[in-house]
């Protein structure tokens, strides 16, 4: 190794005291990596016989991201981020995620970055564990020194990085491991950017906008490094929720970005989507295996997709094209079961403005109030979307039972437009019940009648679903539409995290990971009855065949870079 000169030393002390002790802004000053200047800061304390600390505190701005510049024409610039825990060794599966890293860049640039957080390990000891649990701190090394591990430290990178237009790296962040909700009081952080928060835990949280402006996504990335908490309850109950894996960062020439998780599977495996042109990989031993969308569908690693809401009839076509087009995310990415949520809207009759004599005039107007036509459009939908080489399911929603709720309440002697049509459904509903048939489905009834395929599946009312489910996995459920919570509750992500039971969902019409439930989006942005701030995005659930699952969000006409 060559020796460093001792004033090149000297100038790295005094870019040391001119940035008051910031490492990494002393680095840059320097223009060295942020790991060379540490290792050269180390040789001048021991040539100088210095120590240095902190030079002092307080700064009056505020942490500030760091622009990375666009990638040019046609390439994608690519991130792959989580977190890592101090004194705490990584995961066997992070060399997948090495791997798939050396993989993609053959289609562009992909960086790998990892932000640090510590946790309270001097707490560790014989007051804070079980006896006989913990190894005498000479067989670990000194427990007073913050250490992280020798090959994850060339990845960390504590900056905030604006890594395209409104999406921040904020590895300035710290927050605590066994924190339940690492996201919460972050709405306003950054603005209305985008954020991404190195932490233990997978997380996604949508923030509200107004009509004009997409949605603001909040992500943690969950992480690289083992299991290493305090054996109280805190930490024991947040060893359940400890993710393993990171986020995957796809960036185009004009600054649309799109995320989606990676989670490091029970053998280190890792699952992916893939680059645009490929169905999925699968990284595994190091190794990556690919399918590409030319391949037969059988050639799949995705056991499902959870569409966001459907509602048919005020989808935009352009959502409609992407998703169930020719050639479109579900010819492209072939799942092996497709699950609909609010496939029909009853916007046509909505029993919240039977009594809005404006809005029924406004609907017969433009000819969006006659229900038949409505059921006919979904009963279109309905055969455009499905394909015979797939399972497609029809989760039993709210907005489906709005037909059922129609048929109870309206005066239909003041629909004249609808009469015909409310007494032929009417009269299944009634014969029915006469023949005690208590699990009839009058939708299910209407659209059979307008010819849909036979192939759909409509899932009776409180009928699971588990998809996924092995020896050493309950499985995730996939039959709940989100609305009804247990024990007469209300539906939410949060609710329905007392299941016991990982969750695919929809309802919200907005993003969310929470633990081991998932909400999608809805497949329109812009409904009649909204009105104020909303954190609606078209969101779908990837679930793949080993239960890893990844969040897909449409944007600027595509659903990956």
Known sequence: MTEIAVDELQKDVEAYMATGGNRSAAARLRKLPRKTYNNRLEIAQKKLGIQLGKVVDGRVDYVKAVKRPLPKGKSVARYILSSVQNNTHPHPGFANLEAYAGWLRAFGSCEVILGSYSYALDAYGAKAVKRGSYEKAADRGALGKLWYAPELEPYINDDSIELAPGLVWCGEMNILPTA???????????G???????HAKHALASVASLADEAAKFNYATGTVTQRNYIQKRVGIMAERKHSYGGLLVEVDAEGNWYVRQLQIGAKGEVYDIGPSGYRGVRIAGGKVESVKITDAPSRTFLEAITWGDIHAAEMEVWVRHLGW???????????RKQFWHDVFSMRSRSHHELKNFHRTFEKWATGEGNVEDEVQVTADFATEGHRAWLETIVVRSNHDRHLDTWLNIAKIER?????????????QVLAAIEDGNRDFNVLEWA???????KGVRFLGEDESYVICKSRDFVGIECGLHGDLGPNGSRGSTRSLKKLGRPANKAHDHQATWMDDTLSAGACSTRFPYMKGPGAHSISHIGTFENGARQILTFWAGKFRA
């Open 180 to 190: 339940a909700n690492p996201l919460t009081g972050l709405e306003d952080y950054n």
């Open 325 to 335: 087009g020719k050639g479109g995310m579900l010819d492209q990415l072939a799942p």
């Open 447 to 453: 659209l059979r009648r307008a010819g849909i395929p």
């Open 192 to 198: 209305r950017k985008s954020n991404i928060i190195p």
């Open 415 to 427: 629909d004249p437009e609808n009469a015909r049509y409310y007494a032929l459904l009417q009269h």
